[in-house]
């Protein structure tokens, strides 16, 4: 697998797992019926710097994710960054290599930490963000309208980079 900065042509073939993901509306707080033309803005619109993961065999994008400062001024190295997985392609280690390189990738841009604002409590993700050295800050309680577990907290997590 490679994992790369985006290209612009690369944007027809995240939106598919994109769309797929938000649409579940299990893990991200973003609207289920985002167009494509708002999920583009949300996930690529400056100063993201987004990367995908390519299947090199096949040429198929895996995975994609963007680091980005979460505040701005004198707080500004501290980073925020999202992250998915094509479902179609989830189990082969593609979230954890996209999280390792996206760390790596902040730390080289100067980046001290790295914070992430709303993690549904649920997400399967929670177990990779804690392996990697994340903690829970804290968890604002009934949140997030889980489409399966009801009313669900969202974890606001940090590392040091």
């Known amino acids: 697998m490679l994992i790369r900065e985006a ?5 027809p073939r995240i939106w598919p ?9 299990d893990t991200y707080t973003w609207a289920r019926d985002t167009s494509e033309e708002a999920a583009r803005a949300l996930w690529t619109s400056p100063p993201k710097r987004v990367y995908v993961a390519e299947d090199e065999t096949t040429g198929t994008i895996v995975g994609s994710a963007f680091v980005t400062p979460n505040y701005g001024g004198p707080a500004d190295r501290i980073a925020n960054a999202g992250f998915m997985v094509d479902p179609d392609h989830g189990g082969r280690g593609i979230g954890r290599a996209l999280a390792e390189h996206i760390l790596a990738a902040a730390r080289e841009q100067g980046f001290r930490g790295m914070v992430f604002n709303a993690v549904v409590e649920t997400n399967p993700a929670v177990k990779l963000w804690r392996s990697l050295g994340f903690t829970i800050l804290g968890t604002v309680p009934d949140a997030f309208d889980h489409p399966r577990d009801g009313r669900v907290g969202l974890h606001i997590m940090y590392r040091a980079l």
Do not use: L
């Open 17 to 25: 797992f994109w769309h797929r993901i938000v649409a579940a509306g």
């Open 7 to 11: 290209a612009a042509d690369d944007w």
